[in-house]
């Protein structure tokens, strides 16, 4: 029950432990396609360019800023987390010229202080995370892509956190990229990075396309601005991914299998659906927390479906209770980085574990804890409000079905 | 039976299904420092820096050259095969004065060509690949490790093909880096890059050292020459596999368990026993080759034990061949690159796949299919001679039984 990893779903366990199959078998091709559009429907795009990054959500992050951007590039990296900060540390590692505006922890940009920031550095790109698991809270971006479309800025996300579990919508926000992992609402293990890039953001890459020495034919270009990095050449992945399958490097099967069922999983559920589950799960989390008689950090309107940021009672030890946790519960919640460290927990609700059984045995565990350690808490607060919020929802659920049979 | 990705031993994908642990539990630690031990008994090295790149083989390429490599600095490639051309792609992307020497493919260099080159550049880095599956040839490595200590210059090889199925010794040899991937000899899919790094390659690298936003303390500088790539930041890996686990990526959790039991089944076989494993079962598919009337390209004194590169006899349609051994007997092989294209098959025999049922089966289908497109073949030749060798390494091991006996 932390912010991610969490554990798989064991269907995607399962479907990883089958056999490979070789890099060019029509039934490899065949899943690396499907997989392509499957991930359309998650990213809720038509971009055809919609493919894996064999790495973790950091090289899905890593291929799409050093593919996208050329050294000198004026980038745009707006802060409101620890996830802010690595998107700006990437972009100038790959070389760009880097702006920053940050907020304080716990509270997100206005649409209008965003177009500010974008009218005084006059950038290529555009590079904000969608969900900060530091914080817990999450960017409102529909405003954004019209922002970045009237001043001719590349819109660039991470979705990794929030993606499965929020409402998010590439093509409605006019996104021009996005990167994704496995490890949060999506209820696969890190090690794969889906990605997708509109048409806009394709040119740009393309524009520096320079296949590599061994594969090169007469005729093939190298590129003075050629890409820095050549694992995370997306102009030689999206050859790789496509109808001309050209050679790069030898995909991650096992990889591949478990990002192809996360998203089968989450297809077969619905988008909508999903995002309703962490909601549900989520608020259930969030009502016990505040059972227990325990506060909640950051802004009440943005905050993620699913994770919690809860702050340590004084007096209380928060890396013992996290230990007593783990050991004497089996469940293992989150601590935190930067400002937040040692003032918060953060409980996740996602992916597999966004549960009723994960919800109040989490809830009715951390009220043992804390009594033992000393704090204050409303015995059995915690499960009640939980169970009063499913309850809530069930007669909600039941009121629609007697709507819609009545109509 | 193709020159690899292949068949995954099902030992690892069991491991490969087992359900996560969170990144910091002191499970999920145990098992990372575990697996560093492990490596250092597959590279046959006493370094502390023996560790996973979460990506493919060619992640592991990069991680090395990105962080060992400053710009400028100058790179001496000899290349004999496809992925000689890669490491010098590398190179050059990340920004290094690139000077290559070619041999004809299906040959290697010797010391002597090696030194003198090292004499003419003058580089500050050795990058060398030691067995090429393009070419089917490992190149001798034993004595460059002395030439590069006398010319100081740092000695980088990647062994992903060669690892587990051929005579490697990291210290020994005098190597300062060593990469290598999964998807060969170690019986594992594609997906994880185990890698080693001698005192002096991690003097090189530390000296780039530089932490990033958002994890930075007061007093962590941030260096002019740090590293390019914030994945593949050798710097920053090793202080998360070490003790401080100062916090990268989300680790890859289910690569971990992989490249982990790939460790476990060479060591428990013992690493002399897998190379003579993988001897036996190539030379038998040698024979076997040899015993269809078939030729076989390149040095035979520089073969590697798990990859037979089969010419295409005159007037045989190779991949109509191939397509009939995959679609009617279920069986793989592999085409070839550049220069070799059309004119060789290459058959794996490797990791899971170096066994007798798999040579000789695969030397039956390949009489049959031979015979239906026209060649000429001995009928009975190839299974025949790989029966034959078989026999003679059964009477010598019985034969040495005796003498251990005996004596």
């Known amino acids: 029950m932390g912010p991610g990893p969490i554990n798989a779903d064991p269907r995607v366990l399962r479907a990883m432990s089958a056999q490979l199959v070789g890099q060019y078998d029509p039934a490899m091709t065949g899943y690396m396609t499907e997989t392509m559009g499957l991930y359309r429907d998650v990213f809720r795009t038509g971009n055809e360019q919609t493919l894996l990054i064999d790495g973790t959500a950091r090289a899905g992050i890593e291929a799409a800023l050093v593919s996208l951007i050329q050294p000198g590039d004026r980038v745009l990296v707006p802060i409101f987390g620890r996830f802010g900060h690595l998107l700006r540390e990437i972009a100038e590692r790959v070389g760009a010229e880097v702006h920053v505006r940050e907020v304080?922890?716990?509270?997100?940009?206005?649409?209008?202080?965003?177009?500010?920031?974008?009218?005084?550095?006059?950038?290529?790109?555009?590079?904000?995370?969608?969900?900060?698991?530091?914080?817990?809270?999450?960017?409102?971006?529909?405003?954004?892509?019209?922002?970045?479309?009237?001043?001719?800025?590349?819109?660039?996300?991470?979705?990794?956190?929030?993606?499965?579990?929020?409402?998010?919508?590439?093509?409605?926000?006019?996104?021009?990229?996005?990167?994704?992992?496995?490890?949060?609402?999506?209820?696969?293990?890190?090690?794969?990075?889906?990605?997708?890039?509109?048409?806009?953001?394709?040119?740009?890459?393309?524009?520096?396309?320079?296949?590599?020495?061994?594969?090169?034919?007469a005729g093939d270009a190298v590129l003075p601005n050629r890409i820095r990095s050549n694992y995370f050449d997306l102009a030689m992945l999206f050859d790789y991914w496509g109808p001309r399958r050209l050679n790069h490097h030898t995909e991650a099967t096992t990889a591949l299998y478990g990002a192809r069922?996360?998203?089968?999983?989450?297809?077969?559920?619905?988008?909508?659906?999903?995002?309703?589950?962490?909601?549900?799960?989520?608020?259930?989390?969030?009502?016990?927390v505040h059972g227990l008689g325990l506060s909640v950090f950051g802004d009440p309107a943005h905050r993620?479906?699913?994770?919690?940021?809860?702050?340590?009672?004084?007096?209380?030890?928060?890396?013992?209770?996290?230990?007593?946790?783990?050991?004497?519960?089996?469940?293992?919640?989150?601590?935190?980085?930067?400002?937040?460290?040692?003032?918060?927990?953060?409980?996740?609700?996602?992916?597999?574990?966004?549960?009723?059984?994960?919800?109040?045995?989490?809830?009715?565990?951390?009220?043992?804890?804390?009594?033992?350690?000393?704090?204050s808490v409303t015995g059995g607060g915690g499960v009640g409000a939980a169970w009063d919020l499913y309850a809530d929802a069930d007669r909600d659920a039941a009121a629609s079905d007697d709507a819609a049979v009545l109509s």
Chains 1, 2 share one sequence.
């Open 304 to 375: 993620m479906n699913n994770v919690v940021a809860v702050e340590i009672p004084d007096g209380v030890n928060g890396d013992a209770v996290r230990g007593t946790l783990l050991e004497d519960f089996g469940i293992e919640i989150g601590t935190s980085f930067g400002p937040l460290h040692g003032k918060v927990w953060r409980i996740g609700v996602m992916g597999y574990n966004a549960r009723k059984d994960t919800v109040l045995t989490t809830l009715a565990a951390l009220e043992q804890v804390l009594r033992r350690a000393g704090a």
């Open 104 to 217: 304080p922890w716990g509270t997100v940009f206005t649409p209008a202080a965003i177009e500010q920031a974008i009218i005084e550095t006059r950038p290529t790109l555009l590079a904000i995370v969608h969900g900060d698991t530091s914080t817990t809270l999450a960017q409102p971006l529909d405003e954004l892509g019209d922002i970045c479309a009237r001043h001719g800025v590349l819109f660039y996300t991470d979705a990794t956190a929030s993606l499965g579990g929020n409402t998010f919508e590439a093509d409605a926000w006019g996104l021009d990229a996005v990167t994704a992992g496995l490890q949060k609402c999506l209820a696969g293990p890190s090690g794969s990075a889906p990605a997708t890039f509109s048409a806009r953001a394709v040119d740009v890459i393309d524009s520096r396309r320079s296949i590599e020495a061994g594969i090169r034919e």
């Open 261 to 288: 069922e996360c998203a089968r999983i989450l297809v077969e559920e619905g988008m909508a659906e999903a995002v309703a589950r962490h909601r549900l799960h989520g608020s259930a989390m969030l009502a016990g």
